[in-house]
């Protein structure tokens, strides 16, 4: 019998950088299992399948436990690698947003990322083997006027993606954030942040990012910063400015026009 292909887990799988990923897998001989909360996961699980691989699409919502369960409930055998990508944003000022918009962000960027990496690096370390991707964001590296929460939690990604690729090492698993810039996908509309100077800023094509992550991912890097060479400055130039500057700026670019 020859042996399976190998596996890999990719959320918010439908569209932008969740979909480019999949398809950078998938270009990679991997069989892959897919997840998003929207339909479009089944159209994106035909377009993947092209690539000659098994395609399992799982539409279930994150945000909540049953959603997480429902998904590693899906995963038929070991993974092999696992990009947990999915993350939602909210635009606006802290207290002019309910606080169950602010909530669903957390659930979804933060409490699913920690539920899925325990689960799936606790497989991949029992065997030794196994390569995990988590979507940070250059948002990690600034306070974040104008998004507050998406930014502390995609700095709270950051901060888990190295502490286990420490805790990891010499175990045959890596861990690898991804960290982009202002892409162009879907996730300024639905944040609310459409007008703004950080969504006239997206111009890293999401395809470009996906393939530096995967490469990062397969390399076995901690970290790589995903778009154009600008974007490489920013992330260098944040290590260097206070965060007071950082904020200002930030809410000058979040700002949404009336």
Known sequence: MPEPRPLALITGASRGIGLELAHEFARHGYDLVVNAEDAAVEEAATALRTHGGEVIAVRTDLATEEGVAQLAGAIPRPLDAAALNAGVGQGGAFLDAPVADQLRVVDVDVRSVVHLAHLVLSDMKERRHGKLLL????????????????????????????????????????????????????????????????????????????????????????????????????????????????????????????
């Open 135 to 258: 979507t940070s964001s250059i948002a990690s590296t600034m306070p974040g006027p104008g998004q507050p929460v998406y930014n502390a939690a995609k700095s709270f990604v950051q901060s888990l993606a190295e502490a286990l690729a420490d805790e990891l090492r010499d175990t045959g698993v890596t861990v690898t954030s991804l960290m982009p810039g202002p892409t162009n996908t879907d996730f300024f509309r639905r944040a609310g942040l459409e007008g703004t100077l950080i969504a006239r800023s997206a111009t890293d094509d999401p395809a470009k990012v996906a393939a530096q992550g995967y490469a990062a991912l397969e390399k076995g890097r901690t970290t790589v910063v995903g778009g154009s060479p600008m974007v490489k400055a920013q992330a260098l130039v944040n290590g260097l400015l206070p965060d007071q500057v950082k904020a200002a700026a930030h809410r000058v670019f979040t700002k949404v026009p009336r």
